[in-house]
């Protein structure tokens, strides 16, 4: 009789159990997504949300990853490092397996703190700061342009196209803006290369007129254009024609923000800037048209939409390589990629993950100089 009982017990507890395990399997997947809704970083965290979020629900729509919804929870970081920081916080108490850190770098650099601490993998599709994977971190992942591959790319380019072109330097004075120009002057200047003038803009300015003028007066012959501010920086493209300043403009990846043509108008015409997609490629060219179809003419050649697009279906595949909804096989598992078939970089180049390199891109040859012409992106420039 106590045998049958227990035997019964038993087999209840095994339903159960099987209950729960099924019901688990069959609960989404859940991500986190920190981004600037609102604030200073908002033109161009609003694409790589867009992007991210896209691939997530196209992923969704084919049944998901591992038989099961992805589900993202989204916060507002406020583009604000300390709220960043609370946000994934949050984001981990909720069971997120993975964080896209969308927001500026400055924000990114606060959330990949304390996402290491909580050992959540994590990581960015397009911020640039060097200090995100430099020194080494164990769960952070990125694929775009660090500091130092982007202007190792840009210093190829001005020996092809200058030779030993004289220097001047404009920035914005945000937090993002100083981190990201530091290390482009410095990087550069290590390489050789002199400056005639470094100027700066305070958030928010309008006229900048005299920044352009001591520019003028120094008389470079390129001018960088550099920061995290793509508002207060297409004021100095627009002083720039105003002034008839001769020498060409080169601008951080930042231009890549889809508003930029609109924002400077006639005076962008002839702008460069480094970037890490080439949108003369087919498959790029692909994935742009859907997310055109989805989000309109802001999509348009958005590289950081395109990248965005690209990391959530690189970390996707990562969950479905780990079997398992585990935040350190998911590290382990994105660590192991090899030669994944990216949208970044080159025709060709595939993203690659080792025990002691979490960037994507590593190798300056991956680098893409783009064009603005006629109010619009007009392709790559040759050199």
Same mark, same amino acid.
């Given at each position: 009789?106590?045998?049958?009982?227990?035997?019964?017990?038993?087999?209840? *507890?095994?339903?159960?159990?099987?209950?729960?395990?099924?019901?688990?399997?069959?609960? !989404?997947?859940? *991500?986190?997504?920190?981004?600037?809704?609102?604030?200073?970083?908002?033109?161009?965290?609003?694409?790589?949300?867009?992007?991210?979020?896209?691939?997530?629900?196209?992923?969704?729509?084919?049944?998901?990853?591992?038989?099961r919804q992805i589900k993202v929870l989204t916060e507002d970081d406020e583009n604000n490092p300390a709220v960043a920081a609370q946000k994934v916080e949050?984001?981990?108490?909720?069971?997120?397996?993975?964080?896209?850190?969308?927001?500026?770098?400055?924000?990114?650099?606060?959330?990949?703190?304390?996402?290491?601490?909580?050992?959540?993998?994590?990581?960015?599709?397009?911020?640039?700061?060097?200090?995100?994977? #430099? =020194?080494?971190?164990?769960?952070?992942?990125?694929?775009?342009?660090?500091?130092?591959?982007?202007?190792?790319?840009?210093?190829?380019?001005?020996?092809? /196209?200058?030779?030993?072109?004289?220097?001047?330097?404009? &920035?914005?004075?945000?937090?993002?803006?100083?981190?990201?120009?530091?290390?482009?002057?410095?990087?550069?200047?290590?390489?050789?290369?002199?400056?005639?003038?470094?100027?700066?803009?305070?958030?928010?300015?309008?006229?900048?007129?005299?920044?352009?003028?001591?520019?003028?007066?120094?008389?470079?012959? *390129?001018?960088?254009?550099?920061?995290?501010?793509? !508002?207060?920086?297409?004021?100095?493209?627009?002083?720039?024609?105003?002034?008839?300043?001769?020498? !060409?403009?080169?601008?951080?990846?930042?231009?890549?923000?889809?508003?930029?043509?609109?924002?400077?108008?006639?005076?962008?015409?002839?702008?460069?800037? *480094?970037?890490?997609?080439?949108?003369? &490629? !087919?498959?790029?060219?692909?994935?742009?048209? /859907?997310?055109?179809?989805?989000?309109?003419?802001?999509?348009? #050649?958005?590289?950081?939409?395109?990248?965005?697009?690209?990391?959530?279906?690189?970390?996707?595949?990562?969950?479905? &390589?780990?079997?398992?909804?585990?935040?350190?096989?998911?590290?382990?598992?994105?660590?192991?990629?090899?030669?994944? =078939?990216?949208?970044?970089? &080159?025709?060709?180049?595939?993203?690659?993950?080792?025990?002691?390199?979490?960037?994507?891109?590593?190798?300056?040859?991956?680098?893409?100089?783009?064009?603005?012409?006629?109010?619009?992106?007009?392709?790559?420039?040759?050199?």
């Open positions: 009789m106590l045998r049958r009982i227990f035997m019964a017990g038993a087999a209840g *507890v095994l339903a159960l159990a099987a209950g729960a395990a099924r019901a688990q399997s069959s609960e !989404p997947i859940i *991500v986190g997504l920190t981004y600037d809704a609102a604030k200073q970083a908002s033109y161009y965290s609003l694409l790589m949300r867009d992007g991210t979020l896209a691939r997530i629900n196209e992923i969704n729509a084919a049944g998901g990853v591992l038989g949050k984001l981990a108490a909720a069971g997120a397996v993975f964080i896209f850190e969308v927001g500026s770098s400055s924000t990114g650099l606060a959330a990949s703190r304390v996402a290491e601490e909580l050992k959540v993998p994590n990581g960015s599709s397009a911020n640039v700061a060097e200090a995100l994977t #430099n =020194p080494h971190k164990h769960w952070y992942f990125r694929i775009s342009l660090r500091d130092s591959i982007a202007t190792q790319g840009l210093i190829g380019f001005l020996k092809a /196209k200058f030779k030993e072109p004289k220097l001047a330097v404009i &920035r914005d004075a945000t937090e993002t803006g100083l981190v990201v120009s530091d290390n482009q002057i410095k990087f550069l200047e290590a390489a050789g290369f002199k400056y005639v003038a470094k100027e700066q803009i305070s958030p928010g300015s309008v006229d900048v007129t005299a920044q352009a003028l001591r520019i003028k007066a120094a008389n470079p012959d *390129v001018v960088l254009v550099t920061g995290g501010s793509l !508002p207060d920086l297409a004021n100095y493209v627009k002083a720039h024609a105003r002034l008839g300043i001769k020498a !060409p403009m080169v601008g951080n990846n930042l231009f890549a923000t889809t508003s930029f043509p609109a924002l400077a108008g006639e005076a962008a015409d002839g702008f460069m800037f *480094v970037d890490v997609v080439d949108t003369g &490629r !087919p498959d790029v060219s692909e994935a742009d048209k /859907k997310l055109v179809a989805l989000h309109g003419d802001r999509a348009k #050649n958005s590289t950081l939409m395109l990248v965005s697009y690209d990391f959530a279906g690189l970390v996707v595949d990562a969950i479905k &390589r780990a079997g398992a909804a585990d935040r350190a096989k998911i590290r382990d598992a994105l660590e192991a990629t090899s030669n994944y =078939p990216s949208l970044v970089g &080159r025709k060709g180049a595939g993203v690659s993950f080792s025990a002691t390199s979490h960037d994507g891109v590593n190798n300056s040859a991956q680098v893409v100089i783009r064009l603005v012409k006629g109010g619009q992106y007009a392709g790559s420039v040759d050199y």
